[in-house]
């Protein structure tokens, strides 16, 4: 079992920058791949940023150049540095743990989520 936790959102003005951050626990962080999701009223989840156990990077085209994900694997935390914030990133972040198992299956987990809210 993996538990991760997302602490930083709130609100913010338009322009505006955040920093979530979710700290994970219970399994070996670094083999998974963290990724960013968020949903908005009415809409479907969608992935904001992923980030690999090496390193490599894949960002929605929404938040190119403006969001940043990066992951301190001593520390068991992912990170999503969001800058110039817009009216609609607003929705519900949530954190996740990704590892593939065989090619139907994988081990997924999700924290709780965190608000972020972009109003003026």
């Known amino acids: 079992q993996l538990t991760l936790v997302e602490s930083g959102g709130g609100l913010v003005q338009p322009g505006g920058s955040l920093r979530l951050s979710c700290a994970a626990s219970?399994?070996?962080?670094?083999?998974?791949?963290m990724g960013w999701y968020r949903q908005a009223p009415g809409k479907q989840r969608e992935l904001v940023a992923a980030?690999?156990?090496?390193?490599?990077?894949n960002y929605a085209e929404s938040v190119k150049g403006r969001f940043t994900i990066s992951r301190d694997n001593a520390k068991n935390t992912v990170y999503l540095q969001m800058n110039k914030l817009k009216f609609e990133d607003t929705a519900v972040y949530y954190c996740?743990?990704?590892?593939?198992?065989?090619?139907?299956?994988?081990?997924?987990?999700w924290g709780q989520g965190t608000q972020v809210t972009v109003s003026s």
């Open positions: 219970g399994r070996i962080f670094s083999i998974y791949v």
């Open positions: 996740n743990a990704h590892l593939p198992l065989t090619i139907a299956t994988s081990d997924d987990y």
């Open positions: 980030i690999t156990r090496g390193g490599s990077i």
